[in-house]
């Protein structure tokens, strides 16, 4: 896990409403998530696993909107895959 400053980021098109954000990275190095299934990953309900709710990411992906950031997923197969949280960063 690391985190990093964002310095002028904007979540907006054509540059509005710039700031500084703060962006945690979780990272892992297993198997990576299918194409298929990272389309699918925040919604609620979906999971791929036999005793799994479906809930876990959509409640962390409403949580960091309600506090004006957003989440972010990068991922390989065979690879690992990367979670970026981004929250605006107040001083």
Request: aromatic share 6%.
């Amino acid at each position: 896990m690391k985190s990093r400053i964002l310095s002028d980021y904007s979540m907006m098109p054509k540059g509005e409403g710039r700031s500084r954000l703060v962006a945690i990275d979780v990272c892992d190095d297993g198997p990576g998530i299918d194409k298929e299934e990272l389309d699918h990953l925040f919604t609620p309900f979906y999971t791929t696993k036999s005793k799994g709710t479906g809930l876990g990411l959509a409640i962390c992906q409403k949580i960091i909107a309600e506090h004006r950031g957003m989440i972010r997923v990068d991922s390989e197969p065979g690879k690992g895959t990367a979670f970026t949280v981004m929250l605006p960063l107040v001083q």
